[in-house]
């Protein structure tokens, strides 16, 4: 049984279901893959809690149930630890990045992801920070240290996206891309198709755990934009977010645009749009009712990629969520393994 150690950083709604998630499986996992992940240390936004050497599921119980920032409080908690200084104490063969995303450059995530590097661990994220502002630079920085980054769980997290691009499509160039993924924004356009206003379809979403209190990151585009920069850096070069030209935001006057389009029989959807040697830009398109894409309901993402061969593929699932999110992270863990156990990283030089 191979025996390997992980560092949780951010213990918010993902990183918890994450753990609860690993104790749950942790036989299956065992049985199926002859692998035991081991929560070496956790560190929140206050805090380190710190195994001994690996912190045990009593323990992990426990953590689940305390409150937000206050993970450094149990026994073997140290108050005022970074999650840098964990790594660099502990050395985990794996870092598992949850914090929110955050886009600026003076965000913790980029120098959490940079010290996980440095010090020969794999980094799976959630986050999508990290990669959505330098993601040239990670990458080649994780090639040249021997070490790989996972982040399926940032694009369509429930739908492994990420892997269909990097691994069934191997070999082939994707001329486009256009994608529904933000199920907050998929879900508000269609509350206000059904008759609601703005303001009221909004307020809905938040209430029916669609839409986090803070949704200005969803409604200005911003976190379609991240999506967008990171599959075009995987897909087409490498970019950053701030070269995603961001056309329109979901606010009120999506209000007549949606009635407009609804009297024609049309549909609006909220999309990313990525062109081979264009910008990728997000926008609101209107479809017909007869395009598989229109159908696309609630909070469920989909992508239609055209490659170069002109194959026309469409994937449609899941998008975001802490379940999804924390199997998707438990997936890549998996993934991680196989280099663990000596496998190259040949897949991932850009």
């Not at 689940?64 to 993970?71: K, T």
């Not at 938040?206 to 379609?224: H, R, S």
């Not at 995603?244 to 024609?264: F, L, P």
């Not at 449609?316 to 196989?338: F, K, Y």
Request: aromatic letters at 6%.
């Amino acid at each position: 049984m191979r025996e390997v150690r992980i560092g949780l950083i951010g213990f918010g709604n993902v990183g918890r279901e994450f753990v609860r998630q690993l104790l749950a499986r942790e036989h299956i996992i065992a049985e199926r893959f002859r692998v035991r992940f081991n929560i070496a240390f956790i560190a929140d936004s206050r805090g380190v809690l710190y195994g001994t050497p690996t912190i045990r599921r009593d323990l992990l119980e426990k953590a689940l149930n305390v409150p937000r920032g206050a993970v450094s409080s149990l026994k073997g908690g140290v108050r005022g630890e970074s999650a840098c200084s964990a790594v660099e104490k502990v050395r985990p063969e794996a870092v598992v990045e949850v914090t929110p995303s955050v886009y600026d450059l003076n965000t913790p995530a980029l120098e959490n992801v940079d010290v996980a590097l440095e010090n020969g661990a794999d980094v799976v994220l959630a986050n999508k920070a990290p990669l959505a502002l330098r993601y040239e630079y990670f990458m080649k920085r994780a090639a040249s240290l021997g070490c790989r980054i996972f982040f399926k769980a940032c694009v369509m997290a429930g739908t492994p996206l990420v892997d269909f691009i990097m691994y069934g499509l191997r070999g082939r160039e994707i001329g486009s891309l256009v994608g529904i993924l933000n199920g907050t924004t998929n879900y508000v356009l269609g509350l206000i198709e059904d008759g609601l206003n703005f303001r009221e379809a909004v307020k809905r979403a938040v209430v029916e755990g669609y839409a986090e209190p803070n949704y200005a990151t969803d409604l200005e585009g911003i976190d379609l934009a991240a999506k967008a920069s990171i599959l075009y850096s995987l897909s087409m070069k490498p970019i950053s977010i701030n070269d995603v030209i961001i056309e329109n935001k979901i606010d009120e006057s999506v209000e007549e645009i949606v009635k407009n389009a609804r009297s024609k029989r049309l549909k609006v959807k909220y999309v990313a749009v990525l062109l081979r040697n264009e910008a990728p830009r997000v926008k609101l398109v209107t479809l017909s009712e007869e395009d598989i894409m229109a159908r696309v309901k609630g909070v469920q993402n989909c992508v239609k990629i055209r490659t170069l061969d002109e194959s026309e593929i469409l994937l449609m699932g899941p998008g975001a969520g802490r379940r999804v999110t924390a199997l998707t992270l438990l997936s890549d863990l998996l993934l991680s393994v196989h280099k663990i156990w000596g496998g190259g990283n040949q897949a991932w030089k850009k």
